[in-house]
């Protein structure tokens, strides 16, 4: 389950963590995510969304269905949980791309 926030796009953060004896070793750090289900009362329906805090925090400020249609705006789908053909050719793409090097 990839922690990225459907609402603000955000994802992890990478970088070190350094011991006293500053040994580095790499870590990340997740946004807080949280499955949330929120009614749509335009669609008479329920939707489940990945969002961060601030996500939640957006959603209570402009209201469910205002966000729901910048995710769709943006995503080019039919909505949260609809996915979109163009995940397929971006990684069909990106597969492809190191075949023909020595």
């Known amino acids: 389950m990839s922690a990225h926030c459907q609402v603000t796009g955000?994802?992890?953060g990478f970088g070190?963590?350094?011991s006293h004896s500053h040994v580095r070793t790499n870590r990340r750090w997740d946004p807080n995510?949280?499955?949330k289900t929120y009614y749509l009362p335009s669609e008479g329906r329920r939707i489940t969304l990945r969002v961060s805090a601030k996500g939640i925090k957006i959603i209570d400020?402009?209201?469910i269905?205002?966000?729901v249609a910048r995710?769709?705006?943006r995503d080019g789908s039919g909505g949260?949980?609809?996915g979109s053909a163009r995940h397929h050719r971006r990684a069909r793409g990106r597969r492809n791309t190191h075949r023909g090097r020595v």
């Open 10 to 12: 955000r994802t992890p």
């Open 16 to 18: 070190k963590s350094v």
């Open 33 to 35: 995510i949280q499955r």
């Open 61 to 63: 400020r402009d209201g």
């Open 65 to 67: 269905e205002a966000v």
């Open 71 to 73: 995710i769709r705006a």
């Open 80 to 82: 949260p949980g609809g």
